[in-house]
Each structure stands twice: as structure tokens, then as C-alpha cells.
């Protein structure tokens, strides 16, 4: 057989039937993944067709996008922000009893964002095709999974036939080589790529982020790269497993377990893009070039080093832009004035998140005037963080400790920003609006976002590490 | 399930921001909705209602001249973002039936057409000439794949085969994937058997 690459390897092994010039190909999903808003009218259909969901023993739920982010009350009450909230999630709560479906609901000790609590219970394994109604399903990519976002008609067709009717994307490889300096994470690497290449640049391929720099990254890491491969306009990324996917997944609930766990194990490692396979396109990173990155405009591809100059706009799409974000051409988004921290979503919102953020705010109080919110990704990683003191480091600092959720990501909990205020977030939309109406994004990692927290301005996180290590 | 869509006979009204993404099109705190319908009122919520909840004079739909076009052309990459198949129910609620972009975001894209949205993309020239002539009257065939202008010229553009088919044909996809249902299960068969 030709050389193929790990994508092409990953397609041919899902093909229920080839696509034709007519007809695009059946495609068979391993795991699908589901959450409260883009389901509920996918279960309708399936119910006006008389339908049943054909595998449920594939398929995953869990609660994260309209959740409120405090506890209940003392009368039991969940402070949800609208009746249509609750609505929502109480109506996929029936749907998964009706048609048999594992819940990660509120009683579980593993509910969570769909793409951080996914992999945690160890359902994510090499070699699948997992689908979600939500475009960060590329976040599974990190484990050599083939996993991509799709629409609620096609979440219908999943429920009802496991099978996607698809067309194959071409293939795009990000070489990252060289070495992301201290104080540089794979936040910022990803935004480097994503201003790289342009917000349209992937689209219609599955990227595979490839090189020395990315087998250096941690599996926590990786799943931050591959999560925001869409901003790209990409629908998929993949990174190929190796030692440390295995290590990562042993022994979690989810994953093979003995004579299996070896067998998969054997099988997964053959899936590397082989010697000899060729890319559709190519792009080479130097990693040791990148700086700490931020956004200054409305959309992720506008990203610059912390440092450096915002650019001048180039039409006057741009400058609406920046007339948006009150930034000025020529100067840095280092300095600017915050109002709120975000810290969370499946971007950022891992333990090793958290723990980067906690080490700068240790012994450091926030800002006067700035909110900061920290929201562990999942019900684990709020216990493992916990079980360290981090919320501690986070409180005494003057940081509010949430529930998990997808929270201030896509504010449709009711955790959001006023219009004008301006948001350090980790997570990973810096749209219009998309953190309230009028709210002023600019997307960074824990480290930028914790500095900028301390400081009050936009901030340089190597001044913070850089006094711990001098001290 | 879906209606035939043969053709799309409108006047055109133009949104030339580049990167039009789906929390514009439809903010996120409308997605607590459990319906397909009555999306429409918020398409573009942010962007088109004043302060005091009247129509922004501003917002280039809001124009006279853009009531009730059916055809909207839009600058590159629209419906970038989420994969909230909110966006094209919206923008169908709204009026809207077809959206040309000389690039238009891959979800987005199988998310219109599954719903009877068409979403065409042109040459970087074509789409152009289109921004900069608000207002025209085109005809877009869904069977010939063209579209035809006011002096009598046409375009054509790319449609997927199995798109176009069931747009003509109102053929639902999830009918087409039921009717497979022997092969998936055979390969069913065939992944147990590797386990
Ligand atoms: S955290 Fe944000 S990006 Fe991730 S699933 Fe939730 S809303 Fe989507």
C-alpha cells in the first residue's frame, strides 16, 4: 500500500461505503459526544420518525453550556440564569433516559465540558472518529483521534445511524520545530499558528501538527493546540499518539483494560503518518520565535506578541475592529487597563491550567478593580485542584472559585462580561460579543491571563516567574 | 422531510464585513432555545438593533432597499465559528435563502444546505463585482449550478452533486443514511470481530 498519512489512515478505516461522484461517503463515528444546547431538536427528529439512537453504548452526554457556575442554594435551587436554561437542561436529561444514554449529569462525579471531561473518563482513545454538536471537538484530535464538530441535523443522523455522510477534506501538516521558550505555552503557540496561517487558512483540510515542539508538548498541551484548530477554519487537528497518549489513558474508567489495553495499544501505534506520505499543503513554525501572545481584535487570527505593536488596519473592516476593541494602532496590548479575568473553558480550563495560573498568583493579590473568575473544565479537575489548595492560592487572592462549566467562554450562563469591559480570557472566541454584548476580549494563556490579573494591564508573565526565580 | 428548492429569484443586499462569524448571526444567549423556529427576530441581534431596541439605520439590512432580499452577500469566510446550527435557521426565519462569499466556513456551509440555505461561493472577481453592486436582481438554478445576472450573463458555481439532489429533490439525508443501514451494520460486524 502507498505511503498515507495518519488522517488518511484514520478515513479509510471508518468508510462504510466510498464516497462516489454522486454520493459522498458513509462515514462511521466511534464515540459521539453530547451536551444540552445544539441536541434537543436532533432528539425531536429522531422522535417524529418514530427512531431509535442505534448505539448508545456510543454515545456520551453531559451538562456544560447553559450550567450556572455557582452552587445550588440551601433550598436545593441551581441559580440558573433564564427559565429556558433550565428548560434545556432538564430536557436533555429526559432525552438521555428515554433513549438509554449515559449522562454526565450534575450527580456525577464527572461532569463537565464536554471536550475536558470526554478524554478525562479515559472515552477518547487513538483511532477514533468522534463527533459533538460543538466545533471544539478537535480537541480529541490530541490523541490521534480523527474528531470534528458538526451541525444538530447531522447529530440526528449520528443518534439514528452512527454515520456521517462526508466528503474527504485534504490534508494540511504544521511542522512545529525548535523549542517554546520559559513563560511560552501551547496557548500561545496556537495563536501564533491560527495569525499564521489566518482565520480561514484550514479550511476544508484536517490539520496535523507535527515536529519536535509538538512531541515535547504534554498531553494536556496538546489537547489546547488541537482544541482551536476551528479558529483556523479547520475542522479537524490531529497530533499522532505516541508513549505519552498511553500513559495518559491507562487505566482511566473508560480506556481498554488488559489483554485489550495491550492489543489497542499495539494497534494504536501504527498510527503515524508514514515515511514518504505527502500533504495536501505544509507549513514550517520555529517555536523558540514565539513570544507570549495576545489578541488586540475581534477574531483569533488577530493575535500579536505581548509586546509588539498593534498593527495598523488594513481596511476599514480592521478598523472597526479596533474602533471595537478601543485599541489603538502602534501601541501594545501589554498595558492595557482590565476589567475581568477568565480562567477556563476546554481550552485552557485542565489542572496544569490552573497550576500555571495559581503559580503566578501565589503570595499575589488581583488587582483592585479587576473580577477574576477561575472555572475548573470538570468536576475532576476541580477535586484535583482542590486536593492541591489551588482554589485557596486562587481565593486568598481575591479570584472567585466556580463550579465547572463553559461559563464566561460563551456567557449563556449568565457569567459574562459588561459591554465595554475589557476580558483577559483563556478560552478561545474573541467575536463580538461573544463574552456579553459589547464585552472586550482579548485571548491569552493562564500565565498572560493570571500576570494580567496581578497587574490590572495586560502583563508579561515572565516579569512574575522571572521575580520567583530571582528570589 | 424538506421542501423542493429549485431556484432563488431576489434582489441582493450586501453585508461586505469579512468574517461574519455565528455569534453575529445569532448571539449565544439565544441558543437556550430547544426549537428549530422563531430565530429570526435575533439574527443579528447585536448588530442590527439600536440602543432603545429600534432598527440601527446603520446595519446595511436595515436599509430600505435590503427589505426583504432573499439573496445576501457577504464578505470572506461568513459563518466562521461555532458549529450552532442556529445560525442558518435564523437566517432562513429572517428572509434569507441564499448566501454568496467568495469563502464561507465548512460547518456553516453543510449546516445551510441541510436546511434548504443556499451557500454559494464565487471567484474572488465575481464576489466582488457582487459587493460592490447592492441591489441586483440574480436568479440562482440550483440545476444548472448558475446564476443569472440582470444584463442576461451568467455564473456558474460549484455544488456537490449529492447536495444539489437533495435540494431539487427534497430528499432528506438522514432517509439516504437509513436506507444504509445493512452496510453499517456489516461493518459493525467487521469492528467487533477486530476488538
Ligand atoms: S468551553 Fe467554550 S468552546 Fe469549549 S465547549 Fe464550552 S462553549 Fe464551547
Known sequence: MSARTLFDKLWDAHQVKAETESTPGVLYIDLHMVHEVTSPQAFDELRARGLKVRRPDRTLATLDHSTP???????????????????????????????????????????????????????????????????????????????????????????????????????????????????????????????????????????????????????????????????????????????????????????????????????????????????????????????????????PGMVVPIHAPVPAAADALEQRALDYMKVTAGKPIAGETVDVVFIGSCTNGRLSDLRAAADILRGRRVAEGVRMLVVPGSEQVRRDAEREGLHEVFIAAGAEWRQPGCSMCIAMNGDMAQPGQLVVATSNRNFEGRQGKGARTVLASPLVAAASAVAGRVADPRDYLNQEAAA | MSQPLTYVHSRTAVLRDENIDTDRIIPARFLTTTERTGLGKHCFEDWRYAADGSDDPAFPLNQPQAKGCAILVAGRNFGCGSSREHAPWALLDYGIQAVISNEIADIFRGNALKNGLLAIVLSDAEHRWLLDNPGVELRIDIATSSIRLPDGGSIHFDLEPFARHCLLNGVDQMGFLLQQDDAIGAYEQRLEKAA
Not at chain 1, 238 to 249: M, Q, R, S, V
Not at chain 1, 251 to 274: I, Q
Request: hydrophobic share 40%; aromatic share 6%; charged share 20%.
Open chain 1, 69 to 299: 457556575t455557582l452552587p445550588a442554594g440551601a433550598d436545593g435551587k441551581r441559580p440558573y440564569f433564564t427559565k429556558e436554561a433550565e428548560a434545556q437542561v432538564a430536557k436533555l436529561e429526559a432525552n438521555v433516559a428515554e433513549f438509554g444514554i449515559d449522562l454526565m449529569g450534575w450527580d456525577s462525579p464527572h461532569r463537565g465540558v464536554v471536550h475536558v471531561a470526554g478524554p478525562e473518563v479515559g472515552a477518547t482513545h487513538p483511532g477514533m472518529t468522534i463527533v459533538c454538536g460543538d466545533s471544539h471537538t478537535a480537541t480529541h484530535g490530541a490523541f490521534g483521534a480523527l474528531a470534528f464538530g458538526i451541525g444538530t441535523t447531522e447529530v440526528g443522523h449520528v443518534l439514528a445511524t452512527q454515520c456521517l455522510l462526508q466528503r474527504k477534506p485534504r490534508s494540511f501538516a504544521i511542522h512545529v520545530d525548535g523549542q517554546l521558550q520559559p513563560g511560552v505555552t501551547a496557548k500561545d503557540l496556537i495563536l501564533h499558528i491560527i495569525g499564521k496561517i489566518g482565520i480561514g487558512g484550514g479550511t476544508g483540510h484536517v490539520l496535523e501538527y507535527t515536529g519536535d515542539a509538538v512531541r515535547a508538548l504534554s498531553m494536556e498541551e496538546r489537547m489546547t493546540v488541537c482544541n482551536m484548530s476551528i479558529e483556523a477554519g479547520a475542522r479537524a487537528g490531529l497530533i499522532a499518539p505516541d508513549e505519552k497518549t498511553f500513559a495518559w489513558l491507562e487505566g482511566r474508567e473508560r480506556a481498554p483494560k488488559g489483554e485489550a489495553w495491550d492489543a489497542a495499544v499495539a494497534t494504536w501505534r501504527t498510527l503515524t503518518t508514514d515515511e514518504g506520505a505527502t500533504y495536501d499543503r505544509e507549513v514550517r513554525i520555529d517555536a523558540s520565535a514565539i513570544q507570549p501572545s495576545v489578541t488586540y481584535g475581534t477574531h
